[in-house]
Nanobody
Framework: VQLQASGGGLVQAGESLRLSCTAS????????MGWFRQAPGKQREWIAR???????YYADSVKGRFTISRDNDKNTVELQMNSLKPEDTGVYYC??????????WGKGTLVTVSS
């Protein structure tokens, strides 16, 4: 599975961004899609995940501000990020986990939030 993420950029605190990730294979073969981020000098952390039935989960740091969604027909997963904070700055990676438990990663897209 190849993943292509897009939508990163430079915004000011309080603004919004929408990230998109397109999978090369049908979403029906993918059990869960998620987003991770890696801030400068820090380890990669999980921030949101959505499973094939549509149930979604969020890290406490983004709950209430970020929304993950998936379109199985378009093989895409999106992350709507509102009320962005400088601490949201980092490289955002799209992740796909298949039914067998294999993980795939996109190349990442940079999000920079200025104060």
């Amino acid at each position: 599975v190849q993943l292509q993420a897009s939508g990163g950029g430079l915004v000011q605190a309080g603004e919004s961004l929408r990230l998109s990730c397109t999978a090369s294979e049908s979403m029906f073969s993918i059990n869960a899609m998620g987003w991770f981020r890696q801030a400068p000098g820090k380890q990669r952390e999980w921030i949101a995940r959505i499973f094939r039935p549509g149930n979604s989960y969020y890290a406490d740091s983004v709950k209430g501000r970020f929304t993950i969604s998936r379109d199985n027909d378009k093989n895409t997963v999106e992350l709507q990020m509102n009320s962005l904070k400088p601490e949201d700055t980092g490289v955002y990676y799209c992740n796909a986990m298949t039914q067998s438990g294999t993980n795939y990663w996109g190349k990442g897209t940079l999000v920079t939030v200025s104060s």
